[in-house]
């Protein structure tokens, strides 16, 4: 709707920005996504200090406490081997964000790739790209994991390596149509008329003005890498024990419910916390790099 | 309409048969050997020879996989090799606990996920849409493991420790009150995701032209939105919510896991522990049907709703 | 001298965002009579549309807001009106025909039941009914009435915007506003278009108000015509006077920059150089002033009175004052 | 004898379609003079905007010729592309879309510059891109400006100063002022006729506007349905049109003149795709005039007088 508010020009007196410094303009406005950057950047000054800040070890046994409720040693609790909760979270946290970048990593870059091919050259190359990755997706995401899983073992490596591959098609098809959209500007065009290569117009045009949605979708993928990760540890397919991947921390704390709900809980919290403040920083940058919700 | 339905059918082919593959392929190529479990670690290897003989196991992969698919169309997906029985009826003794669970999450997830959708997009910027949208972010953050074993903990624990009887029970399956706890616990992350679609979707629509139009005529504000917008609006939210029931069916394994639900997700975890190859094959061969259904069912949906969409398959 | 059908009265209206005030509307005044045919004219930004959405009062509110001024409708101040007391004039004494005819029409609601709901919100009959009024609606507009059944999609640009007329006409009411009816249509199109709207203003008698940014649409549909600039009105007349001695600087330069197709001779053409101000940041005095080749030191200090000419025909410009 | 730059013999463009091939340009002929103007009229979805691509070999033919300074360009090799780009240019119909939103003013009017290796420093460069910017009209303050923070007339300059960037003989202007408002169009075309006087330029003309058309060019092609209905010089088109087609158009457009007593010519129906087009004359369905023999066989661009040719059965 051309409502004449959305055609009123910028004029040139107001400050000139590039569209990277109005995104963080904007971004900067909202405060949900400011609250789910500022937790990212904590969990991940976490996990790199892990070690100093962890009261103990993560495999540091005490068979004088098992399973205390939570109190002034042991924060969050103790767990059935009297190994403390929340040094065992607090380590974890390591395992959790690195299996959520890692694995969103493969997705991005093999099925970037792949993505980006088939939009760019399109017909034989993309369909025959874009059917497989039908079929990996006819599979449910999870359910694939674990046949995955069950090939390879269960490791965390290995769980790494299943979850990143089960995000391959989701971002062959976000940056196949990202680029086809971007592909449809005159701009790419008006860059062939000057003479451009075709690598000149890939890396110059379609790559940049393509990146604004994978970006998005790349940080909310973080967070269900993490979900899907955590399950499979849940149902003993992903890291094993004594590696305090939050996942595995909840199977354990499964046995124990009626007895010390505090092994169960607190991992949950810890994984909601951060699979939030990733989605509230992807839907933040969905929202500033929108141009309609611009008012 | 008819057309399109056999169209999409036949479209369902290729995938299928490529699902197939995949999964055939991922199976056979897995460490360990099939006669051996199914016969036991003691087994002689000359009875495990003969075994792999009968089986087709020292056959090519493409004949075995060839074998394989013939199998499908006499719906024999092999032997289960820890009981022996026939995988297809291992498989369809546990269907129906998955189907039924599944139907309930979805129809909690559609009728909840709507209704606050709506809810949120007309009040933009209002307490209702923040409080709303967040709720919405939490349940699409939230493991639904960790949720399922949250509730079994305040309703089956704490519950019963209060009252001193349990409100919803935390295992079982059969009756209403079982399936409570699973459904909502599945349906979650469902309707949170649904709710934030079809709230984008609202506010996508009321920006449209039409809606301008229909406004200019002196429509009231509830037949806008209820006639004029939300059918459109659905377009997008049934494409997604179809998209995502394949997140739905991989959540399910992990409720039927919580709450000892006999269902084909708990079956899939038990046949990967004891490395029963062919049940876990069967099993994933199901899911992909089940999901590629529901897509059909879905686009038959869609074009129900968009007059545009049997155009192109006139 | 009869009274008038629609009277606006120092209109202003705001868009109030985060990075400022647009000042779309500032201060217009105009009176139509009953049966008389308006043009709107300006360029992009003028504040045309935001005129005609005020009247109906569907200013989309945030960030739009009527700031102050009158619309008399039949005598009656609409911005008094109820929502309520609203909803029973739009579509029914007043309906708006929009730019786009591809995206002002529900996909996936068949033409006739659009039609039919106004028909029967207003006339309080049976959708069935309404089918009925919809069929002779579509005949009226030079579509079979058969076709009451097809969705929007079947149909093709100007038959769409056809549609959107006889669903404007459809409860006979009094003004029509139509926003640039046929900019998004071809030339050949466009005049079937024109010429539907021309028959129809001889057969029913109904005011119109038509937006457009094209001088000679405007000259085939309207008697009047009035030129806005940056939210105000700065010149209105019959189409003869405005048309033949067009006085403010800006008309001159609007009819200076229009390529004549009838001009035998290819003369360079005569715009205004300059843009029009952005309306957050409008200039004092009056707002053409900075293009204007003119303007005066009076010019950029007070706002000009508009000023009668000839026989209703105003400028607003010291110039003439 | 004129100076022929273009030659364009016999152009076809087929689209793969679900109905079928869309026949977007169908044998189209004519030619272009060093130093005038084309004008390329028609209605949406007549062909104009293809023919325009295709000239730059933005799409290739289906069939038929283009013979720039008599050479076939669809025989250029690699150097060769790189080398015509120097000479021919385009500028695009919607400020919006045609300039990358990432770049700057100075990125966008120097992409053609560093593409093509034409300066080593980037001090030439960038006095070279202030010197287009001033023939384009564009402040020199606005030289670090994003595209979205200019209004569309501005826009439009700096996509000029782009196509001239690389002093190009030939331009396609594809619709360059549709998107404007009058008083901005305007401005518009007066550059345009400034620069062409500049740098001595060719211009192929594609617009929808007969009155914007005429205004600019010396002679006018008129298009429907893939097809040249009309083609001969400005005043002949305008004022004695003789295809059934181009004299609908030209009374079509609304007057501005308060005498205008014209009979207008209303055409019925709409214009039909030209999806697997049926052999008989394209305007058939829509003629006021069409007789039997229209439908019996297909109309061809025929040269009724010197310079003057119409593509009717019933003119011929």
Known sequence: MATEATTVKVSAKRKQRTKLQETWRRLRKNRWAMGGLSLIIFLALVAIFANQIAPYGYNEQDYLRILQGPSRENLLGTDNLGRDVLSRIIHGSRLSLSIGFITTGIGLTVGGFLGALAAFYGGRVDNLIMRFMDVILAIPGFIFAIALVTALGPSLTNLMIAVGINTIPYFARIIRSSVMSTKENEFVEAARVIGSSDLWIIFKHL???????????????????????????????GAQPPLPEWGALLSAGRGYLRVAWWMATFPGIAIMITVLAFNLLGDGLRDALDPRLKN | MLKYIAKRLISMVPVLVGVTFIVFAIMHFTPGDPATLLLGEEAPPAEVERMRERMGLNDPFIVQYGNFLMGLFRLDLGISLTSGRPVYNEIMNRLPATIRLSAAAILVAIFIGVIAGIIASTRQYTVFDGGAMFIALLGVSMPNFWLGLMMILLFSV????????????????????????????????????ITRITRSSMLEVLRQDYIRT????????????????LRNALMPVVTMAGLRFGVLLGGSVVTEQIFAIPGMGRLLVESVRSQNYTLVQGIILTYAIIFSLVNLAVDLLYAAIDPRIKVQYK | MSANLLEIKNLHVHYITDDGTAKAVNGIDLALKPGESLGLVGETGAGKTTSALSVLRLVPNPPGKIIEGEINFNGENLLKKREREMRRIRGNKISMIFQDPMTSLNPVFTVGRQIAENVALHQNVSIKKGIERAREMLELVEIPGGRVYDYPHEFSGGMRQRVLIAMALACNPALIIADEPTTALDVTIQAQVLEIIKGLMEKVKTSLIMISHDLGVVREVSERVAVMYAGQIVEVGSIRSVFQNHKHPYTIGLFGSIPDIDDRESTRLKPTPGLMPDAMELPEGCPFHPRCPEAMKKCSEETPESVEIDERHFVSCFLYS | MPDKLLEIKDLKKYFPTKQGLLHAVD?????INRGETLGLVGESGCGKSTTGRLLLRLLSATGGEILYEGEDISTFNRKKMKEFATKAQMVFQDPFSSLDPRMSVADIIGEPLRVNRVYKSSKERKRKIEEMMEFAGIASRLINSYPHELDGGRRQRVGIARALVLNPDFLVLDEPVSALDVSIQAQILNLFEDLQDEFELTYLFIAHDLSVVKHVSDRIAVMYMGQIVEYADFDKVIYEPLHPYTQALVSAIPRIHLDDKRERIILEGDVPSPVNPEPRCRFYGRCQERKEICQEQEATLKEIEPGRFVNCLLRE
């Open chain 2, 158 to 193: 704490f519950w019963n420790n209060t009252f001193g009887y349990v409100l919803f029970p935390s295992s079982g399956f059969g009756t209403l009150r079982h399936l409570v706890m699973p459904a909502i616990v599945l349906g979650t992350a469902h309707a949170a995701f």
């Open chain 2, 214 to 229: 229909a406004r200019s005529k002196g429509l009231n504000e509830r037949v806008v939105i209820y006639i004029h917008a």
């Open chain 1, 207 to 237: 790559i940049p003005n393509s990146l604004a949605p994978i970006l998005v979708q790349a940080t909310l993928r973080i967070g269900d890498t993490i979900i899907i990760a955590s399950g499979l540890s849940f149902l003993g397919l």
């Open chain 4, 27 to 31: 044998g189209v002929n004519f030619d």
